[in-house]
């Protein structure tokens, strides 16, 4: 079967399982609109439609893979980018079976449904709340002083001081070490389906941000991230608010998730309109 889609090469194979999903880069085309996720959406949360609307475009995480698999009747699924398992609804014990087969190094979903799967499981859980910004209006991108810069990620050694950041981001969320080279590599096919964005000040990197969910609908703002050593300087700050600005150019709403204990950020976060609706669990494979 042929699809048409004006922007990448797509392939699309089917699984065994009853109503799964592969889909990878090939030679195939498609439009995600077309593919039809079988998802109840009325039962869905407003956090688990922002991934839902990711899938649908192909946009994110998922523009170079999205592997899926749901219940027959509707009501819970699993989306994976092939790093994170995003789970939607209230999946019961034969899908969670099926999570053996779908690669991933972390699970991400609402509280309850993660920690009734993962108490048995080899998981690190990380308490997360995820906020919406409701009132949201045209922002204009914050005035930067001398020397500070912010930009896109577009070429290698950009995308590389992109993945260092990203390493100790990964040390400091979980105390386990992250090799910048590693997540370069894996992050090379595809990378500006997330929207990466560095922060500079005189050529020397302090910051950044991204968004692995993104559609016309919202953008969650994930991984914004200052080095330990740029603390303190309102750097977080102007950057959020150059990515608010950024992502609005795309997208209708915007929303983000942040450790309840990072009081900070729960004050930046708060400051510029986000306020929490939903609570949800990030679970690293050990």
């Known amino acids: ?22 889909l990878s880069l090939s030679n195939v085309r498609f439009i995600a609109s077309n593919l039809h996720l079988g998802i109840d959406e009325a039962t869905l949360t407003a956090g688990e439609r922002v991934v839902l609307d990711s899938a649908h475009e192909r946009s994110g995480g998922f523009r170079t893979e999205l592997i899926f698999r749901n219940m027959e009747n509707g009501n819970g699924a699993i989306l994976s980018d092939s790093h994170t398992a995003y789970i939607l609804g209230n999946p019961d014990n034969a899908l969670w079976q099926q999570l053996t087969d779908i690669p991933h190094g972390s699970l991400f979903g609402r509280g309850k449904v993660i920690r009734e799967f993962c108490y048995k499981e080899e998981y690190l859980l990380m308490q997360k709340d995820f906020a919406f910004c409701r009132s949201v209006t045209p922002l204009d991108a914050p005035i930067l002083s001398e020397g500070l810069s912010i930009k896109s990620v577009e070429t290698d050694r950009e995308l590389h001081d992109f993945c260092s950041l990203k390493a100790a981001f990964f040390f400091e969320e979980s105390g386990s070490p992250s090799d910048a080279d590693a997540l370069f590599q894996s992050m090379q096919k595809g990378f500006q389906g997330i929207k990466p964005v560095v922060m500079c000040q005189d050529q020397r990197v302090v910051g950044m941000v991204s968004s692995n969910l993104n559609s016309r609908q919202s953008a969650m703002i994930n991984m914004l991230f200052i080095a330990k050593e740029e603390r303190g300087k309102g750097y977080g700050s102007l950057l959020l608010r150059w990515y608010m600005a950024y ?28 306020k929490k609706e939903e609570g949800w669990v990030l679970a690293l494979k050990q």
């Open 247 to 274: 992502l609005l150019q795309e997208s209708s709403s915007l929303c983000l998730f942040y450790s309840p204990d990072n009081a900070p950020a729960v004050k930046i976060y708060e400051g510029l309109g986000f």
């Open 1 to 22: 079967m042929q699809y048409k889609d004006s922007r990448n090469d797509w392939g699309l194979l089917l699984h065994g399982l009853p109503r799964s999903i592969f």
